[in-house]
């Protein structure tokens, strides 16, 4: 089967390998432009994209595909690579009808949840931050609407209760290409049985805001934690910024104000429903980030103390 795939951050690669290795043909990969990084402002190729030249896949980076030269350009290559399907993971754009409609079994999305629960940008994280326990990847047949689509095959997974958005999402990347496969194979030998999304069942899981990674100590402990798993809690430790990359719930509750150290050896820290969330990975303002067992050995903290 002829088929271009588009796709661009490090979730979308296990998907791409898939279709690279397989035995299908890859006309065309789509990724977003490259962007400066680093103090240098070095231009750097999307993950797609250097997946994409190890294989020797011819790669585009149009700027939009829903206006202007670029998108007529972008068209012109899509009716040229005359792609019987079009894989789409994470890309970043929005595809217009006439894509949608250009191959002969239209275009797959993968998603990075069960389907229509979390659809939109950022369903890992949301996740997350609402302490689900159970999520997965669905792979779609893609329609106009944002997620919308029929869903073809599901696969669901368990989430670990400290599990952080970086695990959870190297988890799910992995099962986006295990879908895909499945999903490829069974559009080539015709088994497939779309089913309609339940509408009422539906959530949307929008971008992430920097600002939500601010950890409010008056929230309960679960709520805290789950910030932490979801986005990277941040606070405020003798007026410098104290990342947490990784916590757990402590056993007990404590008489102490929000945001108090309540147990040192530890780095426990007391939210609003008595209960306090235990630090176990951080990183101080202008170093690295490290196990709280390390930076504990350089930092004495003090019962009481508040974080804010």
Same mark, same amino acid.
């Given at each position: 089967?002829?088929?271009?795939?588009?796709?661009?951050?490090?979730?979308? %690669?296990?998907?791409?390998?898939?279709?690279?290795?397989?035995?299908?043909?890859?006309?065309?990969?789509?990724?977003?432009?490259?962007?400066?990084?680093?103090?240098?402002?070095?231009?750097?190729?999307?993950?797609?994209?250097?997946?994409?030249?190890?294989?020797?896949?011819?790669?585009?980076?149009?700027?939009?595909?829903?206006?202007?030269?670029?998108?007529?350009?972008?068209?012109?290559?899509?009716?040229?690579? @005359?792609?019987?399907?079009? %894989? #789409?993971? @994470?890309?970043?754009?929005?595809?217009?009808?006439?894509?949608?409609?250009?191959?002969?079994?239209?275009?797959? *999305?993968?998603?990075?949840?069960?389907?229509?629960?979390?659809?939109?940008?950022?369903?890992?994280?949301? #996740?997350?931050? =609402?302490?689900?326990?159970?999520?997965? %990847?669905?792979?779609?047949?893609?329609?106009?609407?944002?997620?919308?689509?029929?869903?073809?095959?599901?696969?669901?997974?368990?989430?670990?209760? =400290?599990?952080?958005?970086?695990?959870?999402?190297?988890r799910l990347s992995a099962m986006?290409?295990?879908?895909?496969?499945e999903t490829v194979a069974a559009?080539? /030998?015709?088994?497939?049985?779309?089913? /309609?999304?339940?509408?009422?069942?539906?959530?949307?899981?929008?971008?992430?805001?920097?600002?939500?990674?601010?950890?409010?100590?008056? /929230?309960? @402990?679960?709520?805290?934690? =789950?910030?932490?798993?979801? %986005?990277?809690?941040? @606070?405020?430790?003798?007026?410098?910024?104290?990342?947490?990359?990784?916590?757990?719930?402590?056993?007990?509750?404590? *008489?102490?104000? *929000?945001?108090?150290?309540?147990?040192?050896?530890?780095?426990?820290?007391?939210?609003?429903?008595?209960?306090?969330?235990?630090?176990?990975?951080?990183?101080?303002?202008?170093?690295?980030?490290?196990?709280?067992?390390?930076?504990?050995?350089?930092?004495?903290?003090?019962?009481?103390?508040?974080?804010?």
């Amino acid at each position: 089967m002829k088929i271009v795939f588009m796709g661009t951050p490090d979730f979308a %690669v296990p998907c791409l390998r898939t279709l690279a290795e397989s035995g299908h043909e890859v006309a065309a990969v789509f990724t977003q432009p490259d962007k400066p990084k680093g103090r240098g402002y070095k231009m750097i190729p999307t993950p797609v994209k250097a997946a994409a030249l190890e294989y020797g896949l011819p790669v585009y980076q149009p700027l939009s595909l829903r206006k202007g030269e670029a998108a007529e350009e972008a068209m012109r290559i899509l009716r040229e690579a @005359a792609p019987e399907l079009i %894989v #789409v993971t @994470a890309y970043g754009q929005i595809l217009p009808k006439e894509i949608l409609e250009l191959p002969k079994y239209g275009c797959i *999305n993968i998603h990075a949840s069960l389907l229509p629960r979390y659809r939109g940008a950022a369903p890992i994280n949301w #996740v997350l931050l =609402n302490g689900e326990k159970e999520t997965g %990847v669905t792979s779609m047949q893609m329609s106009e609407g944002l997620d919308t689509g029929d869903m073809l095959i599901k696969r669901a997974t368990d989430i670990g209760e =400290n599990e952080i958005c970086e695990e959870l999402y190297a988890r799910l990347s992995a099962m986006g290409g295990e879908v895909l496969a499945e999903t490829v194979a069974a559009v080539e /030998k015709g088994t497939l049985s779309p089913e /309609k999304q339940d509408d009422s069942l539906s959530c949307y899981s929008p971008m992430i805001r920097k600002e939500m990674s601010a950890l409010d100590f008056s /929230k309960t @402990a679960a709520e805290v934690h =789950n910030t932490i798993r979801g %986005v990277t809690g941040f @606070a405020m430790l003798e007026g410098k910024r104290l990342k947490v990359f990784r916590s757990e719930i402590a056993e007990g509750t404590y *008489n102490a104000e *929000n945001g108090a150290v309540v147990d040192t050896k530890r780095f426990a820290v007391k939210c609003g429903d008595g209960r306090a969330v235990i630090f176990r990975e951080v990183q101080p303002e202008g170093k690295k980030r490290m196990n709280t067992e390390d930076f504990l050995r350089g930092k004495k903290l003090t019962e009481g103390e508040i974080l804010a």
